[in-house]
């Protein structure tokens, strides 16, 4: 079995999480990138800082905070 590690975070520390993954906010809170370009996730959907709620293991690519989001990715085994 491999261990995969998970983050588990809230909101107080959200900005922080999003920072040190190397994304900023957009003017409308939207997810960037350090070039500029918008952040989306695997459904190339646009994820606002609000919806932020981690990043696929292994990769950079963001996922909602809907429970629907969350579950449809630890089922899949992918975060």
Do not use: R, W
């Amino acid at each position: 079995m491999d261990n995969k590690p998970i983050i588990v975070f809230d909101e107080s520390v959200k900005s922080k999480v999003i920072k040190s993954l190397g994304f900023k906010k957009d003017k409308e809170s939207k997810l960037i990138d350090n070039d500029g370009k918008l952040a989306t996730s695997q459904d190339f959907e646009t994820i606002s800082s609000n919806e932020f709620g981690g990043v696929l293991q292994g990769s950079k690519i963001p996922i909602k905070n809907k429970e629907s989001e969350l579950v449809k990715y630890f089922i899949s085994g992918k975060c």
